[in-house]
């Protein structure tokens, strides 16, 4: 079965730092990755997904099938990027497996 | 509406009472889900609706009764919990065909407690 590893619970980086979040993949196949965002009080909502290549507020993540990753980057974090982060792969048709999930903290 | 909605926000509720959870889209999807978040965890899928018809059932216990009564509405039965089903729930939909992109859009949950 398809699984997603984020090494990293926590994360802190300070404002303006790189930041780049952590996501390991196990499929055989032609994987569909996702990244989704709780921000506090907040829904869970899409962040991005491999399939599309675009960026969203700044971030981008690239599928590399040789290192089974899909790793989540920005160049300058920004305080608002401070949230929780799910790596997700699609199995079947419909079910989303997600990850631990890693919390990104931006210090001032 | 491009929103998935879900009522009550709140509810507390002994080991013996039945109460019922809503979820509400008017986004013309047709495949809803539940699941369950612990603190601290990711959601973990609970069951999936395709076209009004139960498609995915994660093992499931009996205790939790979902329903789809149209494509717009899904509920979620409780009877005889435990302390331990105390959690978020979510409800989420999406478009229910294979090549349709896969993003799932969530409501903001019910946080339940069982006493």
């Known amino acids: 079965a398809q699984r997603v590893t984020q090494p990293e619970k926590l994360l802190s980086v300070f404002k303006g730092a790189p930041v780049e979040l952590k996501c390991n993949y196990s499929?055989?196949?032609?994987?569909?990755l996702f990244w989704y965002v709780q921000y506090s009080r907040q829904r869970l909502q899409l962040l991005l997904r491999?399939?599309s290549r675009e960026s969203i507020k700044g971030f981008t993540a690239d599928l590399n099938k040789g290192e089974t990753s899909f790793h989540l980057k920005k160049p300058f974090a920004q305080e608002e990027d401070s949230a929780m982060y799910y790596c997700?792969?699609?199995?079947?048709?419909?079910?989303?497996?997600f990850g631990q999930g890693t919390r990104l903290t931006i210090n001032p | 509406d491009t929103e998935v909605t879900q009522t009550p926000k709140h509810l507390v509720m002994g080991m013996t009472n039945k109460k019922s959870l809503k979820c509400e889209q008017h986004?013309?999807?047709?495949?809803m889900y539940w699941y369950k978040q612990k603190a601290k965890k990711p959601p973990e899928l609970m069951f999936v609706?395709?076209?009004?018809?139960?498609?995915i059932n994660e093992s499931v216990p009996s205790r939790f009764s979902p329903e789809c009564p149209n494509s717009s509405l899904l509920n979620l039965h409780l009877h005889a919990l435990q302390p331990e089903d105390s959690a978020l729930y979510l409800c989420?939909?999406?478009?229910?065909?294979?090549?349709?992109?896969?993003?799932?859009?969530f409501g903001p949950g019910t946080r339940l407690t069982v006493l």
């Open positions: 997700a792969i699609r199995q079947g048709a419909q079910k989303l497996v």
């Open positions: 499929y055989s196949g032609s994987p569909e």
């Open positions: 491999h399939i």
């Open positions: 986004m013309g999807h047709r495949a």
């Open positions: 609706y395709s076209y009004e018809k139960l498609s």
């Open positions: 989420a939909s999406s478009q229910a065909q294979l090549l349709a992109g896969g993003e799932q859009f």
